[in-house]
Nanobody, 115 residues
Framework: QVQLVESGGGLVQPGGSLRLSCAAS????????MGWYRQAPGKQRVLVAT???????NYADSVKGRFTITRDTAKKSVYLQMNSLKPEDTAVYFC?????????WGQGTQVTVSS
């Protein structure tokens, strides 16, 4: 059974940085993309960044230039470096691994940006 576990969330002041990590356990074949989504209170889950296998990273306009996604396919891990954080970045962040036939989600990690 595939499980994704996120870590690295927390409370940070505006302008600060956090690095989120996500590691998958279990067998996952034919990974098509690995990415991060977020869901703020009362809002829908939205894409933050995604990196297709063999492709280039894509970012939401709101995080371009501030966030960087990286992945280690061999370790089935994906990371999100978040710099220059803003209060509007506050949300629960979910990692996602998508294959050609399945989509796997982590349980989410809370990121709160506040002074």
């Amino acid at each position: 059974q595939v499980q994704l576990v996120e870590s690295g969330g927390g409370l940070v002041q505006p302008g600060g940085s956090l690095r989120l990590s996500c590691a998958a356990s279990g067998s996952i074949a034919n990974i098509a993309a690995m990415g991060w989504y977020r869901q703020a209170p009362g809002k829908q889950r939205v894409l933050v960044a995604t990196m297709p296998t063999g492709g280039t990273a894509n970012y939401a306009d709101s995080v371009k230039g501030r966030f960087t996604i990286t992945r280690d396919t061999a370790k089935k891990s994906v990371y999100l470096q978040m710099n220059s954080l803003k209060p509007e970045d506050t949300a629960v962040y979910f990692c996602n691994i998508r294959t050609f036939s399945n989509s796997y989600w982590g349980q989410g990690t809370q990121v709160t940006v506040s002074s």
